[in-house]
């Protein structure tokens, strides 16, 4: 017989409260109420586990606590980028578009969408890089996204920072299996 484990989720799993919320916070960007509603819920039997509580926790919350999360999110290429005050989590995220070292037209063009989209709808533009291929889409989905309504645009970066969440789990709790054999 093979017993596989997975040693981050068992941590996770057994952990005080104080270190479990610890290994959860990073996923919900910069708003730890997310990772204070979920922890309790252990024990997760996988990432997705870990995910969904999290992602209950922003879907259950009142609209204006969403926003403030919302706003709690950087900008793309944005000052706290530039200033090197971003998250590890999104600094790798932007980073692996190049977002860390545009050239200077694309980073002016990045500069005024992300100003649009912050007076159109109060709150930086959010979207799973995970799933953009390229810098080129990334830009086509932003503008597009300008044009959405409000409350469209609310339900979409719902989407976007659940599937952030699910892709941060699946980083952070689903390790190298060990594989143990037992007769």
């Keep these: 017989m093979t017993l596989t484990v997975s040693h ?9 409260r104080e270190e479990a919320l610890a290994m959860i916070a990073p996923l919900a ?7 204070e509603g979920a922890v ?21 919350a009142p609209a204006s606590r969403r926003i403030t999360m919302f706003r709690a999110h950087p900008e793309l290429a944005g000052r706290e980028a ?6 590890e989590e999104s600094t790798g995220e932007q980073g692996r578009l190049g977002l860390m070292s545009l050239a200077t ?10 100003a649009a989209y912050q007076a159109r709808f109060g ?24 044009a959405a309504d409000p409350v469209e645009e609310h339900v979409t970066t719902l989407a976007e920072i659940t599937s952030v969440i699910r892709a941060r ?15």
């Design 40 to 60: 309790d819920r252990r024990p997760f039997a996988s990432d997705a586990d870990v995910a969904a509580a999290l992602a209950e926790v922003i879907l259950t």
């Design 169 to 183: 789990a699946a980083r952070a709790f689903t390790t190298p299996s060990i594989e143990i054999q037992t007769t």
């Design 105 to 114: 037209a694309t980073h002016t063009r990045l500069v005024q969408l992300n």
């Design 123 to 146: 709150y930086p533009f959010i979207i799973a890089l995970h799933r953009v291929p390229d810098l080129e889409t990334l830009l086509l989905l932003f503008e597009k996204r300008l």
């Design 29 to 35: 960007e910069r708003s730890t109420w997310v990772a």
């Design 8 to 16: 981050c989720l068992s941590q996770l799993n057994s952990a005080p």
């Design 82 to 87: 530039v200033d090197g005050q971003m998250t």
